[in-house]
């Protein structure tokens, strides 16, 4: 009985361990997102230089990204070419991680221009003032002729002043006592800390996680073409698309608003061309989505415009002689006549998406004659 029971043991333990191997070889199941980045005392954290690593999407195909040598999701940048450069910033909607290289929306813009280098500087997570910190340490560097500058209207707003972490602190900034003056707000010295996911033993197995997946999908009952992960917070849009904002939203609007006519005098100085970029998120874009949302956490739709940061910041840059795009328009149409653009999973734009914003850049820029 005793040697039965440890020929069992064994046997279980061996079967296992290859299940283990296999899965690792064949069907990773552990992301390799969080160790991508790298703690950074300045801008929080920033992708670790010349890394490769695996984006795991339970159901759905696994994304292989790679940065390069200066740490950013393109390829080597060559700062002596001659070729017309396009600087592009922002954060995941730039990086979009969750399409091949090749189908991320500046590399498209680049495919389809001639002689022009168009650099993603995009990192994940970053809010506003992370974007303009790399902004200022690279024009210096790159000589950029274009710079496209993307906001995320999601969550931009209130990363640029909550103290909230990603994977790592992030620096934030506060409007001055009579709102005239943006004060940086660094980050307190911090001791280099590992990401705040930090795992028990069988949490690195894959194995475990594998069971977990689909333990999960058996007992869960939310229909999965309306997965949108807002079961624990009130989403963003919620406050930023109230048609009667409160205070602490008027101050992120403005906080924004005055870091983007920062942004826009430097760049001026620098003698740099600048097109800001608002892209939308899935529930702005998505009726059905949106409908759905609002029913859940308030039930009045009467009260809210899912345009309304887009017209709000559009009017702004009117008024103080911006160049701005709003991609809104344009995906919401689509998405109503069907067109996949957001991939309701994790919400960045799907290859479609990109190529078309890519497109509607593009024709932005060569209506200004930014481009060719």
């Known amino acids: 009985m005793k040697k039965n029971l440890i020929l069992f043991c064994v046997s279980l333990t061996f079967t296992l361990l290859l299940v283990e191997i296999v899965l690792r070889i064949f069907s990773p199941q552990i992301s390799s997102h969080d160790a991508m980045f790298m703690q950074d005392n300045s801008l929080g954290w920033k992708f ?41 910033l922002g954060d995941s909607f730039v990086t979009n991680v969750s399409v091949d290289d090749h189908e991320v929306f500046t590399e498209v813009m680049e495919a389809s221009l ?31 002729d ?17 103290r909230g972490e990603w994977l790592y602190p992030r620096p934030t ?13 660094p980050m307190e010295a911090l001791s280099q800390s590992k990401p705040k996911t930090a795992w028990k033993f069988w949490r690195k197995l894959h ?19 309306i997965e949108h992960q807002f079961t624990k917070y009130t989403p963003p849009e919620l406050y930023l698309c109230k048609k009667s904002l ?42 059905t989505l949106w409908s759905t ?10 009260l809210y415009d899912p345009a309304l940061p887009n017209n709000t910041l559009m009017n702004f840059a009117k008024d103080n002689d911006l160049m ?35 497109e509607i850049i593009l024709s932005y820029l060569e209506s200004k004659s930014l481009v060719k």
């Not at 168009?118 to 690279?138: A, D, R, S």
């Not at 924004?256 to 003698?271: C, P, R, V």
Request: zero cysteines.
């Open 246 to 287: 409160s205070e602490e939203t008027k101050l992120m609007y403005t906080t924004l608003q005055k870091l983007l006519i920062e942004i826009s005098n430097y760049t001026a100085h620098k003698n740099i061309s600048i097109v800001y970029a608002l892209a939308p998120s899935i529930l702005q874009v998505d009726d």
């Open 146 to 162: 274009v710079i496209v500058f993307m906001i995320y209207l999601r969550n931009d707003f209130t990363d640029n002043v909550k």
């Open 207 to 225: 194995l475990f996680h594998f069971v977990q997946t689909r333990v999960n999908a058996m007992s869960s009952s939310q229909p999965k073409d």
């Open 48 to 88: 670790v230089p010349n890394k490769t690593g695996t984006i795991i999407y339970p159901g759905l195909d696994n994304q292989t990204i790679r940065t390069n040598s200066i740490g950013y999701r393109d390829g080597e940048i060559e700062t002596n070419n001659q070729s017309k450069k396009i600087m592009v």
């Open 173 to 185: 900034v506060s409007l001055s006592e009579d709102e005239t003056e943006l004060i940086m707000n």
């Open 324 to 358: 701005m795009i709003d991609l809104l328009p344009i995906l919401q149409e689509g998405t109503r006549e069907g067109k996949v653009f957001y991939n309701k999973h994790e919400h960045h734009w799907t290859p479609d998406g990109n190529a078309q914003v890519s």
């Open 293 to 302: 949302t609002i029913s859940k956490y308030s039930g009045n739709p009467n």
């Open 114 to 144: 001639d002689d022009t280098a168009v650099l993603n500087f995009g990192v994940n997570g970053y809010g506003t003032i992370q974007e303009f910190m790399v902004l200022k340490e690279w024009v210096p560097k790159v000589n950029p």
